[in-house]
Every structure is written in structure tokens, then in C-alpha cells.
């Protein structure tokens, strides 16, 4: 039995070598054929190969990319330099888009700033020397003024100037006697230096003006501005000009120095109107007088009085008054309906001011599409037979700079200006005349 056993054990063993040893050498000798590949170590390790080629494509991208920038930003920095030599008509082209900038600035009338004039017109504007007033030329104001409330009115604008003044100043009132009598002893008490006043009678410059029917509530004194170029004297060749229910807040040589911006046949300085009055549409059969677009406001006006002379300001002004009588029948808004209708026949008259010269608070007001920022007034204009009644949202800021002045002591004004030569008062020994000029005030010209 035992034998039996160990002879079956050998015969599977041979029977197993058989079959196993030609199957090994069989796999050994294909194994040739093959490349095992390795086990991989991470879930990333099988797409490697095909990420590292990505990473290399976009690596490229982003040089070919970084090259086309510096190519794009080598070229817009030599666009924006200027051409080494430039020809005439470069030259023309570039100063007729100036002009154009400065035409839609001016027609638009929103101010609305200077500095926003010296932006669009470039780095070039650094080097041209803007226009300033010597601080000892004297500054010529003008301002028609009458009755009490008239007196009450124009003694705060006064105060208002003489706080913000740098330069000697020049007023010419045409009054009626008791305005006068209210303003020499005014400043007969305030005693400021280098301030001259001059006094024309009003009842003399009446009959220039009766012949016009006027609805306004300022009477037949808001038609005076119209003869300033006779009433003022002959040699006065600028005048500022101001309501009485003007209020400033800054310097009025800054004012001044507009003039030196005239152009061509400009003689009028004006803001324009801050209300829809001459666009016809405040309500029902609403029917102004004729004006260039929204018209302009007379509240503030810059005269050119020698150029006016020369072109017969006031045969113009009377044959266009006569003119739009025939239809319109009367004034609506004094003088300014008649400076209007002048413009609107000749718009080369008018040099347009910055909206902020004369921010109007009129009823129906637009202005404060103009204020946007309080520090950019710098003249109030209370234009609305409210006065400081009217509805405004902003009426108590404005309010309290009117108050302010209202309530200022004129002693404290007695500011002397320091620099300037002292002057003698030529007005002094003035005597009426046919034009009703009245003495001026000699005790107020006391020497610097």
C-alpha cells in the first residue's frame, strides 16, 4: 500500500511538471513582446503626461500675450506724443476743435466751471498766463437803486463786495433822493478806504424810459440799465452791473477779469436764465418776449461801455423795443425782456458767463442744476418777489449768507489796501449836470 501511494505522488508531480515547465517557458519567451507599464503611485499620475502638455500651451499663451500687450503699449505711447514737426494744417485742424469745445461749454451755460474748461482743452492750457486784475486798478459798479426797501436791499450787497474786495472800488448809484440820502450817510459813517460812490438822479433818466410799459414789480426804475451808456460818464469804458438782491460770496475781481475773455463784437456779459420763462411753457398761453434759447438774466451784466457807444447801443435798443411793443403790448421782466429780444437779434453780442455768477432763485428755478457743490457760488441772486420767502430746498443756506451780511457791522469793513499809491477824490468837486449826476461823497475818499 505504501508503495502504491508514493507511486501515485510521483506520477502527478511529472504529470504537473509536464504541463507547468511549457507554459512558463511559453510566457517567458512572449514576455519579450510586452512593456509592463509602471503601477501608478497617485489618481493623478495616469494624466500627467497629458496635463504637463497643457501647462506648456498655456505657458506659451500667456508669453505670446505678454508680448502683444508691450507691442499695443509701445505703440499708444508713441501716438500720444506730439509730432516733432507740425504743419500748418494739423495746426488749424487742432484750433478749430478748440473752438468748438469752448462753443458747447459756453452754450451750455453750466458752469459750470472754469476748471472744467482748462481740462478739456488740455496740458497746454498749464502754460498760457491766465488773465488777472492789478490789485490796485479800480472796479467800476453800477446799481440802480430806489425807495427803502431798494436801500435796505442794496446795502447788504454792498456790505457783501466790500467783504471780499482786494481792489479799489468805484460805485455809481442812480437813485431817487431818498436811496441817496440813505446811502451817503451810510457811507459817510462807514469811512472805508478807497472806495469812491458817485450819485445819478433817477428823476432826470425817467422820460428816457416812461415810454415803456412794464409789468414788472421793480416800476419804472428796472428799465434804467437800458441808458447806462449815457447816464455813466463818457470816459468809463467797463461797468459791472447789479440788482439790488445780489449777494456775493467771493471776490468781485475775479468777476473783473472776465472782461480780458470778450471775443470779437461781445459787449454784454451774462449768465443765463436758470428758469423755462422764455421757453413759453410755465403754463397756458404763456407768451415771452423773443431770446436766444432759454435767455439770459440781467441780474449780474458786464458792460462794455465804449464798444457799446460805437455800435449806437441805444438806437438799437429803441428800435427793437418799439418793434416787439407792437405786438407784446408791455415788459414782463423790465429790462431784461428787451436785452433779450436785442441778443436774440444779434447773438454776437453776448459773451456767456459761468452759470455760478448768478445763481438765480426765482420761483421756477433750475439752478441747482448748477450748485452742485456749494463752494462753486459765487453770486446769489434773490430774483423772486419772495425774496427770502421763496420755496427752495436749499433756501436756508442761502439764506443764512444773506443774514450774515444783513446783520455785519460796515465799521469793520475799514480795510486798508495795502501796496497801492494813495489817491486824491477827483469826484469830490463834481457838480450836477444835464445828465442829473449828483455830487459824489467826499468824506468816504479818505487816502490809503
Same mark, same amino acid.
Request: include cysteine.
Given at each position: 500500500?505504501?508503495g502504491?501511494c508514493?507511486g501515485r505522488r510521483?506520477?502527478?508531480?511529472?504529470?504537473?511538471a509536464l504541463?507547468?515547465?511549457? /507554459?512558463? $517557458?511559453?510566457?517567458y519567451?512572449s514576455?519579450?513582446n510586452f512593456?509592463?507599464?509602471?503601477l501608478p503611485?497617485?489618481?493623478? #499620475?495616469?494624466?500627467?503626461s497629458?496635463?504637463?502638455?497643457?501647462a506648456a500651451e498655456?505657458?506659451?499663451?500667456?508669453l505670446?500675450?505678454?508680448?502683444?500687450? =508691450?507691442?499695443?503699449?509701445?505703440?499708444?505711447?508713441?501716438?500720444s506724443?506730439p509730432?516733432?514737426?507740425?504743419?500748418?494744417?494739423s495746426?488749424?485742424?487742432? +484750433?478749430?476743435?478748440?473752438?468748438? !469745445?469752448?462753443?458747447?461749454?459756453?452754450?451750455?451755460?453750466?458752469g459750470? +466751471?472754469?476748471a472744467?474748461?482748462?481740462?478739456a482743452?488740455?496740458?497746454?492750457?498749464?502754460?498760457?498766463?491766465q488773465?488777472?486784475?492789478?490789485k490796485?486798478?479800480?472796479?467800476?459798479?453800477a446799481?440802480?437803486? /430806489?425807495?427803502?426797501n431798494?436801500?435796505?436791499?442794496?446795502v447788504?450787497?454792498?456790505k457783501?463786495?466790500?467783504?471780499h474786495?482786494?481792489?479799489p472800488?468805484?460805485f455809481h448809484?442812480?437813485?431817487d433822493?431818498?436811496?441817496? @440820502?440813505?446811502l451817503?450817510?451810510?457811507?459817510?459813517?462807514?469811512?472805508v478806504?478807497a472806495v469812491?460812490?458817485?450819485?445819478?438822479?433817477? #428823476?432826470?433818466?425817467k422820460?428816457e424810459?416812461?415810454w415803456?410799459?412794464?409789468?414788472h414789480?421793480?416800476?419804472?426804475?428796472?428799465l434804467?440799465?437800458l441808458?447806462l451808456?449815457? $447816464?455813466?460818464?463818457?470816459?468809463?469804458?467797463k461797468?459791472?452791473v447789479?440788482?439790488?438782491d445780489?449777494?456775493? /460770496?467771493?471776490?468781485?475781481?475775479?468777476?473783473?477779469?472776465?472782461f480780458?475773455?470778450?471775443? &470779437?463784437q461781445?459787449?454784454?456779459?451774462?449768465?443765463e436764465?436758470?428758469?423755462?420763462w422764455y421757453?413759453?411753457n410755465?403754463?397756458?398761453?404763456?407768451?415771452?418776449?423773443?431770446?436766444?434759447?432759454?435767455?439770459?438774466?440781467?441780474?449780474?451784466?458786464? !458792460?462794455? %461801455? #465804449?464798444?457799446l457807444?460805437?455800435? @449806437?447801443?441805444?438806437?438799437?435798443w429803441?428800435l $427793437?423795443?418799439e418793434r416787439e411793443?407792437m405786438?407784446?403790448?408791455?415788459?414782463? %421782466? /423790465?429790462?431784461q425782456?428787451?436785452?433779450?429780444a436785442?441778443?436774440?437779434?444779434?447773438?454776437f453780442l453776448?459773451h456767456?458767463?459761468p452759470?455760478?455768477?448768478?445763481?438765480?432763485?426765482?420761483?421756477?428755478t433750475?439752478?441747482?442744476?448748477?450748485? @452742485?457743490d456749494?463752494?462753486?457760488?459765487?453770486?446769489?441772486?434773490w430774483?423772486?418777489?419772495?425774496?427770502?420767502?421763496?420755496?427752495?430746498k436749499?433756501? =436756508?443756506?442761502?439764506?443764512n449768507l444773506?443774514? $450774515?451780511?444783513?446783520?455785519?457791522?460796515?465799521?469793520?469793513?475799514?480795510?486798508e489796501l495795502?501796496?497801492?499809491p494813495s489817491e486824491?477824490?477827483?469826484n469830490?468837486?463834481?457838480t450836477?449836470?444835464?445828465? &442829473?449826476?449828483?455830487?459824489?461823497?467826499?468824506a468816504?475818499f479818505?487816502?490809503?
Amino acid at each position: 500500500m505504501l508503495g502504491m501511494c508514493r507511486g501515485r505522488r510521483k506520477f502527478v508531480a511529472a504529470s504537473l511538471a509536464l504541463i507547468f515547465i511549457p /507554459a512558463l $517557458t511559453w510566457l517567458y519567451l512572449s514576455s519579450a513582446n510586452f512593456t509592463v507599464k509602471p503601477l501608478p503611485l497617485s489618481p493623478l #499620475d495616469p494624466q500627467s503626461s497629458v496635463l504637463i502638455g497643457a501647462a506648456a500651451e498655456h505657458q506659451d499663451l500667456e508669453l505670446q500675450l505678454r508680448d502683444v500687450e =508691450e507691442h499695443n503699449h509701445v505703440l499708444r505711447r508713441e501716438i500720444s506724443l506730439p509730432p516733432r514737426v507740425a504743419t500748418h494744417s494739423s495746426h488749424h485742424s487742432n +484750433s478749430r476743435q478748440g473752438n468748438q !469745445l469752448h462753443t458747447h461749454s459756453t452754450e451750455e451755460g453750466t458752469g459750470d +466751471s472754469e476748471a472744467k474748461k482748462g481740462v478739456a482743452s488740455g496740458n497746454s492750457s498749464d502754460c498760457v498766463p491766465q488773465p488777472v486784475v492789478n490789485k490796485c486798478e479800480t472796479i467800476h459798479i453800477a446799481i440802480v437803486c /430806489a425807495g427803502y426797501n431798494a436801500s435796505r436791499d442794496v446795502v447788504t450787497l454792498v456790505k457783501s463786495v466790500l467783504f471780499h474786495r482786494r481792489n479799489p472800488l468805484h460805485f455809481h448809484f442812480i437813485t431817487d433822493s431818498i436811496a441817496r @440820502k440813505i446811502l451817503a450817510d451810510l457811507f459817510h459813517t462807514w469811512m472805508v478806504p478807497a472806495v469812491h460812490v458817485n450819485f445819478y438822479d433817477a #428823476d432826470e433818466l425817467k422820460s428816457e424810459v416812461s415810454w415803456i410799459p412794464n409789468k414788472h414789480y421793480s416800476g419804472i426804475y428796472g428799465l434804467m440799465k437800458l441808458v447806462l451808456t449815457k $447816464t455813466l460818464p463818457s470816459d468809463l469804458q467797463k461797468v459791472i452791473v447789479l440788482d439790488t438782491d445780489i449777494t456775493f /460770496a467771493t471776490d468781485i475781481a475775479e468777476l473783473w477779469v472776465v472782461f480780458h475773455k470778450f471775443k &470779437g463784437q461781445q459787449v454784454l456779459g451774462l449768465v443765463e436764465n436758470q428758469s423755462d420763462w422764455y421757453l413759453g411753457n410755465l403754463w397756458k398761453n404763456h407768451r415771452p418776449w423773443p431770446a436766444l434759447g432759454r435767455g439770459f438774466n440781467t441780474g449780474v451784466i458786464l !458792460l462794455l %461801455l #465804449d464798444r457799446l457807444r460805437k455800435l @449806437k447801443w441805444e438806437q438799437m435798443w429803441r428800435l $427793437t423795443a418799439e418793434r416787439e411793443l407792437m405786438s407784446m403790448l408791455s415788459t414782463s %421782466l /423790465a429790462d431784461q425782456d428787451i436785452f433779450n429780444a436785442v441778443i436774440k437779434q444779434n447773438p454776437f453780442l453776448v459773451h456767456q458767463l459761468p452759470c455760478f455768477w448768478n445763481v438765480q432763485l426765482s420761483d421756477h428755478t433750475r439752478s441747482e442744476k448748477c450748485y @452742485k457743490d456749494v463752494s462753486d457760488l459765487k453770486v446769489i441772486h434773490w430774483n423772486s418777489p419772495k425774496k427770502l420767502r421763496v420755496k427752495n430746498k436749499h433756501v =436756508e443756506f442761502f439764506r443764512n449768507l444773506y443774514l $450774515t451780511f444783513l446783520e455785519y457791522d460796515g465799521n469793520l469793513l475799514r480795510r486798508e489796501l495795502f501796496g497801492c499809491p494813495s489817491e486824491t477824490d477827483h469826484n469830490s468837486e463834481n457838480t450836477s449836470d444835464a445828465r &442829473g449826476h449828483l455830487p459824489a461823497v467826499p468824506a468816504i475818499f479818505s487816502g490809503l
